[in-house]
């Protein structure tokens, strides 16, 4: 299947990352002023969402702007997990759309191959680390078990991507680097 994407100015896709972690720290801080535990747990998860998802290409961009790596544009596409061929993931990130970055192939190689690694890996380790913002949160908008949740999804999260990155994600491309 080819891959269909739509190809957004640099500052719509930052503007859009930045304006999604602003939901996520709306999200945050409203989450715990439902009285319905449903309505706070769904609030909290988009906070989580949105930590996780608009990082990633925003953390890209300013990394590889501070080492000298430019970026041609954002973009809507599909995700790389994509490839793994695992049946439910692959099949659902088939479907549901990312936000990518286009880089520079110029401005790439003139960067250093630790800058190129640094600016490769760094999406993958923001999407990591941000969503455990959330975890404090979770432990006091309801009973033990909705912490204990989002720490099981958080270190899901950690885990997944540590399998996927080294086979097709960004820590594949940061250990393709030559130098």
């Known amino acids: ?9 640099l500052a719509q896709g930052v503007i859009l990352s930045v304006a999604g972690l602003f939901v996520g720290i709306v999200a945050l801080l409203v ?5 319905i535990l449903g309505i706070r747990i769904l609030v909290l998860l988009l906070a989580w969402f949105c930590f996780w998802f608009f990082s990633h290409d925003l953390v890209h961009h300013l990394v590889g702007r501070t080492v000298g790596i430019e970026f ?3 973009f809507i596409g599909r995700s790389a997990i994509r490839k793994l061929k695992l049946p439910a993931a692959s099949g659902i990130m088939e479907k549901i759309p990312v936000l990518g970055l286009k880089i520079d192939r110029s401005s790439l190689e003139k960067a250093s191959p630790s800058e190129r690694r640094w600016m490769l890996r760094s999406g993958a380790i923001s999407s990591m680390i941000l969503p455990w913002i959330v975890l404090p949160t979770g432990y006091t908008i309801g009973p033990l078990w909705v912490g204990v949740l989002f720490t099981l999804l958080t270190l899901g999260n950690d885990f997944f991507t540590l399998y996927f990155s080294p086979k097709v994600g960004d820590f594949s491309a940061a250990r393709a680097v030559k130098g």
């Open 31 to 35: 989450a715990p002023l439902s009285s």
């Open 1 to 9: 299947m080819a891959l269909n994407y739509r190809k957004i100015s």
């Open 72 to 74: 041609q544009y954002y």
